[in-house]
């Protein structure tokens, strides 16, 4: 029984994935940066010798607070040390292909000299343009660079949570059109920009925003064919955000992945998706102390090999300091990622969903229009065999050591589609990779 669809004006506008060359470029970055930086950075989670609990670029909103005290960071804001093409080098060692960068976090403040505001890099002390330079640094090293850009804006009085009286729909006009001025500001200040990364969307006074936000997005595209945009800008008339009220994925590709991670293939519903992830519980801008679970390399990686595996992007926060350095142990991290990467990153790269039954001891990526597949191996079982179920059809050809070549694998098969891996060696001290080249058999 199919379901009946409704009819939307402003629903999604695209059934099924994107399928021309710039979506194809976004969907074999494997790996990517976010970067939070702004004047929350400065106070860095803590206020007048006390700690904020929650994450450190929300300070504003804290009751020791006061609002004017925080936009008067913007007379702080002067981070003498930041260079570019260092970030761009930490980034492009560490294996990035794409960067999102805060272009203008909830706050209101603007990293571009923006036109519409004097709530600016240009209005600080540093001065100068810091998205320019970035994004022609890391476009230097090769990467890709994503505008993030919050709609929510607690620095400009006309925003509003909802919209109760004229006097808000008057005020949140106003606003409509200062965001539509910012957006096509930075399209075309910055136009290598590849997508911009939506947030700060979900009050009722955006939601209802339906008509606006549909021919805002619109234009955009039209301003920069092939602009990337995910399903975090705009909700259906219906207020239904992400989904429309038919179901079907709004934007270019799944935007709710947020410090989590999906289990199954079946969860993300045949989309394109990125999971963005911070390196501690829940900091992504600069907080001087960070307390809880710090999360690890091998960790870390583990979650990339599973972004992978289940056909999504991974994408790591930084939050560099306020002097435009970032944290030690930032760079510790991004290190042993990018040592791991060096040896393993085809892996990585043009991966996607392989098709292989889920096994314990790890993950399946396919590499895309190849006949090569991955054996991601984070558990290795203390019998040092590795169960591998092919799909029907497929047969192993050949396995081997991505880190070595020479060292190949004979599988033994042990039922239809069924092999053990016999591991040469069992107690490795990093996550491994053994590619398997594969055939078909009629
Ligand atoms: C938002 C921001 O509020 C936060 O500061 C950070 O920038 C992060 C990347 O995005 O936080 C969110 C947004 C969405 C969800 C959770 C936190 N969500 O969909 O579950």
């Known amino acids: 029984t199919a379901k009946k669809e409704i009819s939307l004006q402003h629903g999604a506008h695209r059934l099924g994935r994107r399928n021309d060359a710039d979506m194809a470029r976004w969907r074999a970055y494997g790996l990517g940066q976010f970067i939070h930086w702004g004047l929350y950075s400065i106070p860095g989670g803590e206020w007048n010798g006390k700690i904020y609990n929650g994450a450190a670029e929300w300070i504003r909103t804290w009751k020791e607070v006061s609002p004017q005290a925080y936009d008067s960071l913007i007379y702080r804001f002067n981070p003498i040390k930041f260079n570019p093409d260092s970030w761009a080098a930490v980034a492009g060692r560490m294996g990035v292909k794409y960067v999102t960068i805060t272009t203008k976090h909830h706050d209101g403040f603007c990293l571009w000299p923006s036109k519409y505001t004097n709530f600016t890099v240009a209005h600080s002390p540093y001065k100068k343009d810091i998205i320019g330079p970035l994004v022609k640094a890391y476009n230097k090293q090769g990467i890709d660079v ?234 290795v079982p203390v019998s040092g065999l590795l169960r591998v179920t092919t799909p029907l059809h497929t047969v192993i050809n050949k396995a081997y050591d991505l880190g070595n070549l020479t060292q190949t694998y004979t599988p033994e098969e042990i039922g239809t589609s069924t092999y053990f891996i016999h591991l040469h060696q069992q107690t490795p001290k990093k996550p491994f990779v053994i590619v398997l080249e594969t055939g078909e058999t009629g």
């Open 146 to 379: 994503i505008l993030y850009f919050s709609i929510m804006d607690w620095h400009n009085p006309d925003w509003r949570y909802d919209i109760k009286t004229r006097d808000d729909s008057i005020a949140f006009n106003r606003f409509k059109q200062f965001t539509r001025n910012q957006l096509l500001e930075l399209l075309t200040r910055y136009p290598t920009a590849k997508g911009l990364w939506f947030d700060g969307t979900w009050d009722n006074s955006w939601v209802k925003q339906a008509a606006f936000a549909d021919s805002l997005e619109t234009e955009m595209r039209k301003l920069r064919p092939g602009l990337i945009i995910g399903s975090r800008f705009r909700a259906d008339e219906y207020g239904k955000r992400h989904f429309d009220s038919n179901g079907n994925l709004m934007g270019d590709y799944e935007q709710g992945w947020e410090r989590k991670i999906p289990e199954k293939i079946e969860d993300v519903h045949g989309n394109d998706w990125d999971c963005v992830m911070t390196i501690p519980e829940n900091q992504w801008g600069y907080a001087k102390t960070w307390s809880g679970h710090i999360k690890t390399a091998d960790e870390l990686l583990e979650m990339l090999a599973k972004c992978v595996s289940l056909d999504g992007n991974f994408v790591l926060n930084f939050g560099p300091k306020p002097d435009g350095t970032l944290r030690t142990e930032e760079q510790t991290l991004a290190k042993a990622i990018g040592d791991w990467m060096t040896v393993n990153k085809e892996a990585i790269y043009n991966g996607e969903y392989a098709g292989f039954a889920k096994q314990d001891w790890g993950y399946f990526i396919k590499n895309t229009g190849t006949n090569k597949t991955y054996m991601v191996i984070f558990n």
